[in-house]
């Protein structure tokens, strides 16, 4: 059995971490790689239950970021997509000394919708658990297809997404499950203050999963970071904007 986390390293510069979200491996980041190793030595992992780390589990958001935490570089830039920006978000609260930069890509503290916090319906995550145990290739699908809803480039987007998914062994369903879970409890909007390092904050405005008025609301929330809306793209704007995506994420860490 696999008892450490795959990684993957390239490049040459500054530390770069990239954390990958639900259902996906670290395949995800195959576009946008030659665009950022002249600059960057990048690291890029499969998480817990994903692709190549199939057989590792991590029932937390806290220990997922540990994990990641022990076989990363001792000080660098993360970046974290989705679930992934949970994932960075946690790991910069541990441990601020070592994420020295704060990436966070159509990700939220709080994912599931509640109040007027705008978010993913609790039911529609609910719907997906109860669907992994009949179909969960089915399930992923789904939630790609979610992902890409609203870009011009939809179907271009899901099918690099579903490459990188295909492209390494397929999750593991209890990972599955317990990454859903997350998306519907985890709420990490009352630590967001003890962020003190850089903190860019990228959405897409036509995301219909992390909707662009939580960018507003974070705002408040987190005024000591900074964010930008891409306006023609949904939730994986590195996938449908690569080079625009790259610039800014250049502009910010230098």
Excluded at 39 to 63: Q, T
């Amino acid at each position: 059995m696999t008892t450490a986390l795959h990684w993957q390293t390239e490049g040459q510069g500054s530390d770069l971490v990239l954390i990958h979200g639900w259902g996906m491996n670290g395949a995800v980041w195959q576009q946008l790689l030659p665009l950022l190793t002249p600059f960057y030595r990048v690291h890029w992992v499969d998480m817990p239950g994903y692709g190549h780390s199939h057989d590792i589990s991590a029932d937390s958001i806290e220990e997922m970021a540990q994990l990641l935490l022990d076989k990363s570089p001792i000080s660098a830039t993360w970046l974290g997509w989705s679930l992934g920006g949970l994932v960075a978000t946690q790991a910069a609260l541990l441990a601020p000394e070592r994420v020295t930069r704060l990436v966070t890509v159509a990700s939220s503290p709080r994912f599931a919708a509640e109040g007027t916090w705008r978010g993913i319906q609790p039911q529609v995550l609910d719907d997906f658990r109860r669907q992994l145990g009949d179909d969960f290739q089915l399930t992923v699908e789904r939630f790609l297809a979610l992902q890409a809803m609203g870009s011009p480039t939809a179907r271009q987007d899901i099918k690099l997404l579903k490459q990188a998914v295909l492209s390494r062994p397929q999750p593991n369903p209890e990972a599955l499950s317990i990454g859903l879970r997350l998306l519907a409890d985890v709420d990490l909007r009352a630590q967001l203050g003890g962020i003190t390092q850089p903190w860019l904050r990228l959405y897409g405005r036509l995301d219909v999963l992390v909707p662009a008025k939580v960018a507003k609301d974070m705002d408040q929330l987190a005024p000591q970071s900074c964010r930008q809306i891409f306006a023609a793209a949904s939730h994986a704007p590195f996938i449908s904007h690569p080079e625009e995506f790259v610039q800014t994420l250049k502009d910010f860490i230098k």
